[in-house]
């Protein structure tokens, strides 16, 4: 079992900046690939970001390619989201997720089995 728990959220402008960060417990941090996703107001949850367990690969959703960075710190058990040059529309609930199996796409929400209770951001215009 594998329990995250994510923070940092909170309100800010345009053009702003929030780090979140995902604290992980219960299995080998190490051993899983985590990941971030959100969904906005009436919108379906779409993938953000996934780092691989090593932390050297990582993916992007074009829509945040160049202002997000997503980091691991193994040693803490830590995954975080820095999200710069925000804009309205990243407004959204924010969830970390892990992947224990590694057996499907990095892109996919089906390919998490853990879940955090998610971080509400809002970035106002």
């Known amino acids: 079992q594998v329990q995250l728990v994510e923070s940092g959220g909170g309100l800010v402008q345009a053009g702003g900046s929030l780090r979140l960060s995902c604290a992980a417990s219960?299995?080998?941090?190490?051993?899983?690939?985590m990941g971030w996703f959100r969904r906005g107001p009436g919108k379906e949850r779409e993938f953000v970001a996934t780092?691989?367990?090593?932390?050297?690969?990582?993916y992007y959703a074009d829509s945040v390619k160049g202002r997000f960075t997503i980091s691991r710190d193994n040693a803490k058990n830590t995954v975080s989201l820095q999200m710069n040059e925000l804009k309205p529309e990243d407004t959204a609930v924010y969830y970390c997720?892990?992947?224990?199996?590694?057996?499907?796409?990095?892109?996919?929400?089906?390919?998490?089995?853990?879940w955090g209770q998610g971080t509400q951001v809002t970035v106002s215009s």
């Open positions: 997720a892990a992947d224990a199996d590694y057996s499907g796409s990095p892109y996919s929400a089906g390919s998490y089995g853990y």
């Open positions: 219960g299995r080998t941090f190490s051993s899983y690939a």
């Open positions: 780092i691989r367990r090593s932390g050297s690969i990582t």
